[in-house]
């Protein structure tokens, strides 16, 4: 049986991106994706699986007739991944968001370079990041805007 929530990751094409933890660069792309990867309370290594071939899967770049038409790997894309336990926040109740539903940080983050680790071999490419726990400040141009929500 399924669980009710589990990893979301917030999708942005981007012309570039990057991310800055104080006043390093750490992570930086031309164009590709943007991932944005929250992860739930109940996430487990199942879940990997099946977000990174839907990453890798997904057609939202132009072919020649201007139709989101191509995958990552047919573009020459980067990736961008940047932890965000805020996907998992709620705003429902109060005027303070609540993060009950995100994971803990020590299981969070083993998932997180789990879902980088798998993104590379999938690939074979390196995949940029931010840093798991840091405050970042985070840059990009939107392609389109094209961006998209995924949870399994």
């Not at 083993?110 to 071999?121: D, K, P, V």
């Amino acid at each position: 049986m399924l669980q009710d929530r589990c990893m979301r990751l917030l999708i942005q094409r981007v012309k570039q991106a990057q991310v800055t933890v104080g006043e390093k660069v750490c992570g930086k792309i031309g164009p590709g994706l943007l991932l944005f990867l929250g992860i739930h309370k109940q996430d487990s290594p199942q879940e990997i699986e099946w977000l990174v071939n839907k990453v890798v899967g997904l057609r939202v770049f132009k072919d020649e007739t201007g139709k989101m038409n191509r995958t990552i790997e047919e573009v020459g894309g980067q990736i961008l991944v940047v932890s965000q336990f805020t996907l998992y926040g709620s705003c429902t109740q109060g005027k303070r968001p609540e993060f009950t539903e995100a994971a803990l940080p020590e299981p969070a983050f083993l998932l997180y370079e789990e879902f980088i680790n798998e993104l590379t071999a999938r690939l074979d490419t390196p995949i940029q990041s931010g840093i798991f726990g840091a405050t970042m400040e985070v840059a990009l141009i939107n392609d389109g805007p094209v961006t998209f929500f995924l949870e399994r």
